[in-house]
């Protein structure tokens, strides 16, 4: 890389992970002291309606975002544009869950689920508020103002979710942190940011938005339904602490996975469209992004896997002991979730978002075969389908990597196959430590230590190009 373009990625990927890693750490505390409130039923119900609010989301930015981050001469006719029709959808969106919402109970023959849906559906009003400005920060690569919003908002929204728990007030305590959390990050993006939209609409400005992202709204709502269909059939087929059991191990697995690619995805999608034209430069970053994100995120989930058994006795409590077993297993079917984001965001960049849809297509008829065969035979089948799923889709989604820079399935196994051999080394040795010690608090702490002193001896003796980059980021950040 290039100086000024290392000095960027660098920062940006310091200030977005303290983003994403403080908040989830937040989160992750609160979570800890609500699971031990609540019960795993509680969980089960506010999962049931996340996917029709995820699609609204989806349907509220329609890939404008993405637009928005990759359009070199942004206008103020394009930002408010994006704004106004943000808005519009938002609010269509809220009304068609309030009519929806009767149904939607009657369907999880959950009764409650009715007016739950109509006031979490009010994160659908408030989420339009603020998504400009949170883009505009984003092409600035200023993740710094928005840590300090998200950071704020955690805090807030997880205090008064606490609160009402201990009152006795049971899943509606989730659901007011997740509208609170909302409502306060309009509040701060508003006040932090300096734009303001402008009353003005552009034709042209909407008709470049929706070319470009009409392809990514129609991935994200396939993508949005795939990712949910599985709380969807377990909420339908299976009890509602069966879906809380799940969620809270697909929470644990999404901790490290999901939010360190989301790090990844935020930083290197302006600093790689940045590059898009130039291919042998575009290339050989590429690379170095794949072997930086297998570094960092395979040993966090093989880590994960190995000590989740006392963690989660730890942690949770022996109420919530079933979620182990979920946890090992859909850990190495996240493993591989960063490699599959970065392949796609070189498809966002080269502006193809039409072969783009077309992989999520073939993707999703692939894994909800394997979901559908799997359904009859109980929770752990459908998760080790996902970990089946998961290494298919891999070959796929490196398919047009390939053909577009020449970084096809094999050069992209090459760099991330050592990592891939030391993390499932690493996380046996953690397994075995787990059952020779009798105590779990022994445990967790000496194969979580002795897998991290594996881990970073052999990445100092084999991993070194990756192992000297990550010690300079830390570096940098101590100095600064």
């Given at each position: ?344 965001n070189l498809l966002q960049v080269k502006g193809r978002s039409d072969l783009f849809l077309r992989l999520e ?120």
């Open positions: 890389m290039s100086s000024d373009l290392k000095s960027t990625t660098k920062r940006g990927l310091i200030w977005s992970a303290i983003e994403r890693f403080g908040t989830q750490g937040v989160q992750f505390v609160f979570a800890v002291v609500l699971a031990r409130l609540l019960s795993p039923e509680a969980y089960g119900i506010i999962a049931m309606p996340m996917v029709f609010l995820a699609l609204a989301q989806i349907f509220i930015d329609s890939g404008f975002s993405s637009a928005l981050v990759r359009k070199p001469d942004l206008t103020e006719s394009d930002l408010s544009t994006a704004f106004y029709f943000n808005i519009v959808v938002g609010v269509v969106c809220y009304l068609i869950l309030y009519v929806l919402s009767p149904f939607i109970a009657d369907f999880y023959e959950t009764p409650i689920l009715s007016d739950l849906l109509k006031v979490t559906s009010l994160t659908v009003l408030f989420n339009p508020l603020c998504i400009v400005q949170q883009t505009i920060l984003t092409k600035k690569i200023d993740f710094k103002t928005q840590a300090k919003v998200s950071l704020l908002t955690t805090v807030l929204a997880g205090v008064v979710g606490i609160i009402m728990a201990f009152k006795g007030y049971g899943v509606w305590a989730l659901v007011v942190q997740q509208v609170g959390s909302a409502f306060a990050r309009v509040v701060a993006l508003w006040y932090l940011s300096s734009w303001r939209p402008q009353a003005q609409w552009s034709s042209d400005s909407f008709h470049y938005l929706w070319n470009y992202g009409c392809k990514l709204l129609a991935s994200g709502v396939l993508d949005t339904v795939y990712n949910n269909i599985y709380p969807i059939v377990i909420g339908k087929f299976y009890s509602a602490g069966s879906l809380g059991v799940y969620t809270r191990a697909q929470h644990f697995a999404d901790l490290p996975s999901m939010n360190i690619t989301g790090v990844l995805q935020r930083v290197t999608f302006p600093v790689l469209s940045s590059i898009q034209n130039e291919d042998d430069r575009l290339a050989r970053n590429y690379r170095q992004l794949l072997k930086l994100s297998a570094f960092v995120v395979f040993p966090l989930m093989a880590m994960l896997a190995g000590i989740s058994e006392p963690m989660i006795r730890i942690l949770l409590g022996e109420q919530w002991i079933e979620t182990v077993l979920l946890l090992q297993i859909i850990c190495f079917a996240k493993i591989l979730y960063p490699i599959h984001a970065i392949n796609l297509i073939i993707k999703k008829i692939i894994g909800v075969s394997i979901m559908i065969y799997t359904i009859p035979r109980g929770l752990v089948m459908m998760a080790s389908g996902m970990v089946v799923t998961s290494f298919l889709c891999l070959i796929i989604n490196t398919y047009y990597s390939g053909k577009l820079i020449r970084v096809g399935y094999f050069v992209q196994m090459k760099d991330i196959m050592p990592t891939m051999i030391i993390c499932l080394l690493m996380s046996a040795l953690m397994l075995i430590i787990s059952k020779i010690i009798p105590n779990i608090y022994c445990q967790f702490l000496m194969s979580g230590l002795l897998g991290v002193l594996f881990y970073v001896g052999a990445a100092r003796l084999f991993l070194k190009e990756q192992y000297d980059y990550v010690l300079s980021l830390v570096k940098n950040k101590k100095s600064n």
